[in-house]
T-cell receptor, first 114, second 108 residues
Framework: DGGITQSPKYLFRKEGQNVTLSCEQN?????MYWYRQDPGQGLRLIYY???????QKGDIAEGYSVSREKKESFPLTVTSAQKNPTAFYLC?????????????FGNGTRLTVT | QKEVEQDPGPLSVPEGAIVSLNCTYS??????FMWYRQYSRKGPELLMY????GNKEDGRFTAQVDKSSKYISLFIRDSQPSDSATYLC????????FGTGTSLTVIP
């Protein structure tokens, strides 16, 4: 079955530690995205990538980093510089990255930092 | 002003009712409109995707877009307990914009 796999489902870290969230897709989509979801807020874009080895900052990129070394993989690192890292993180992909290409989401990683 | 406004609810209806979910938006450049369903602790699932004004039907779901009023709706007919979820509207221009979601509970 084609889809987007995010792992792990739950992640717990101590403050001051970097943590990397995994996202893999087998849909052969060109574009991949990371969003953050907090209660009462819409999805907020962290980073996106339309092609391998290229990515752009979204609206809330500070404290996060990404890489896109392979078409199917787009890992997100939450660094210790991110002030409020506890959230539900969603990875998405789309065929082309153009506005007419809807997003398809994974099932998320819930990160808790204490 | 937010790009997309969506009433968070919560909305509670009896099984079999018709549900109406709505979003308004401010940017007239938006051309593509989507509805997602999100179950608790899961990612959003694409339900409906429409382009420009008009209606689109898929089974019990109907998506409606009124670009002149900057208003989109999702109607659910014969609602089922399995429809209980949070519904997110989304639209795209140069990027995607999401509503905050409406929480729906269908009571058996």
């Amino acid at each position: 079955d084609g889809g987007i796999t995010q792992s792990p489902k739950y992640l717990f870290r101590k403050e001051g530690q970097n943590v990397t969230l995994s996202c893999e897709q087998n849909l052969n989509h060109d574009a991949m995205y990371w969003y953050r979801q907090d209660p009462g807020q819409g999805l907020r874009l962290i980073y996106y990538s339309q092609i391998v080895n290229d990515f752009q900052k979204g609206d809330i990129a500070e404290g996060y980093s990404v890489s896109r070394e392979k078409k199917e993989s787009f890992p997100l690192t939450v660094t210790s510089a991110q002030k409020n890292p506890t959230a539900f993180y969603l990875c998405a992909s789309s065929i082309s990255g153009q506005p007419d290409s809807p997003l398809h989401f994974g099932n998320g990683t819930r990160l808790t930092v204490t | 002003q937010k790009e997309v406004e969506q009433d968070p609810g919560p909305l509670s209806v009896p099984e079999g009712a018709i549900v109406s979910l709505n979003c308004t938006y401010s940017n007239s450049a938006f051309q593509y409109f989507m509805w997602y369903r999100q179950y608790s602790r899961k990612g959003p699932e694409l339900l409906m995707y429409t382009y420009s004004s008009g209606n689109k039907e898929d089974g019990r779901f109907t998506a409606q877009v009124d670009k002149s009023s900057k208003y989109i709706s999702l109607f659910i007919r014969d609602s089922q307990p399995s429809d209980s979820a949070t519904y997110l509207c989304a639209m795209s221009g140069n990027q995607f914009y999401f509503g905050t979601g409406t929480s729906l509970t269908v009571i058996p």
